[in-house]
């Protein structure tokens, strides 16, 4: 029997890497104030370590939705 690799939806994985190309965007506005920059970096600081795993998690089902494909292809 297998077990899901993970319960977070592609939807969602999308949304945080999205966030994080927000973020980082933002922080690299010209008329930024310093204040802003700072809840800003705080925010993309807080929010890379999940956006990573969640594209470590992409990532993983696609390769095995390719290995899938390659077993039911003789």
Do not use: C, H, N
């Not at 010209?30 to 990532?59: I, Q």
């Amino acid at each position: 029997r297998q077990r899901p690799m993970t319960t977070v939806p592609p939807e969602r994985i999308a949304q945080l890497e999205a966030r994080q190309a927000e973020l980082s965007a933002a922080m690299s506005a010209v008329d930024l104030a310093p204040e802003k920059f700072v809840a800003l970096s705080k925010e993309y600081a807080e929010l890379t370590p999940v956006a990573e795993a969640a594209k470590g998690v992409r990532a993983l089902r696609e390769e095995l939705a390719g290995l899938k494909e390659m077993l039911g292809d003789p």
